[in-house]
């Protein structure tokens, strides 16, 4: 029972370049949602999806994108890198947002220089 | 604007001691109040959780206290052990909505 899956586990990018955080459930699950980590900031949510074929944006959507061509996968894509993108990113999957558990990935810690 | 307002920001207690971590929040339609424990290099857990309808929730070691009125829950370990050692976050959330995180509180139990 993998649950959340996220790849990479670590990732260094230099400024300007792009690239891809993968994150697959196998929980049947229909919401997903990214999250960043910094220190002393908690979790803030960047995008989320009730669902294949809808996003919406969260908290911090500046400078990603993200996609939900399946119910299994929520790829987070982010263009053009910068200093400020240097984080722990976190996947996450709940069965509905209407107050139930979200399980979360291992993270991805992303070091932009 | 932070939602919900969590300390202290670490905490540091004896094997055995009670560390107590609190939430406030301003948002008094929230309804759903629950604690995410996490491991280094892990993600976040769901540890426990309570509605506003009581006053109370233990689960094992676990307690959660909720006050409606000062808009104030906490989290209370008993018998704390070197294994708790990680860091806590409070989170709410309204009906149908997202959860919102506090900014997390880095606990030691040292031994």
């Known amino acids: 029972n993998a649950g959340v899956t996220q790849t990479p586990k670590f990732r260094i990018l230099k400024i300007g370049q792009s690239m891809t955080l993968q994150c697959t459930q196998d929980m049947n699950h229909n919401y997903m949602y990214w999250y960043r980590q910094d220190p002393g900031m908690g979790l803030k949510l960047i995008y989320y999806?009730?669902?294949?074929?809808?996003?919406d944006k969260g908290e911090v959507p500046n400078g990603y994108n993200v996609s939900r061509s399946t119910t299994e996968d929520f790829p987070l894509r982010l263009e053009l890198a910068a200093p400020s993108q240097t984080s722990v990113y976190f996947c996450?999957?709940?069965?509905?947002?209407?107050?139930?558990?979200?399980?979360f990935g291992q993270g991805t810690r992303l070091t932009v220089v | 604007q932070q939602q919900v307002k969590q300390s202290p920001q670490s905490l540091i207690v004896q094997k055995g001691g009670i560390p107590i971590i609190n939430c406030a929040y301003e948002?008094?339609?929230?309804?759903?109040f629950p604690w995410y424990q996490q491991f280094p290099g892990k993600g976040p857990a769901l540890l426990i959780a309570?509605?506003?309808?009581?006053s109370e929730k233990k689960e094992g070691r676990f307690t959660i206290s909720f006050n409606k009125s000062a808009k104030q829950f906490s989290l209370h370990i008993m018998d704390s052990q070197p294994g708790d050692s990680a860091t806590y976050f409070c989170a709410a959330s309204r009906y149908g909505n997202k959860l919102v995180f506090g900014a997390g509180t880095i606990l030691r139990v040292k031994s």
């Open positions: 999806s009730v669902g294949a074929g809808i996003t």
């Open positions: 948002n008094t339609a929230f309804d759903y």
């Open positions: 996450a999957s709940s069965v509905s947002e209407l107050n139930t558990e979200a399980f």
């Open positions: 309570i509605r506003p309808d009581v």
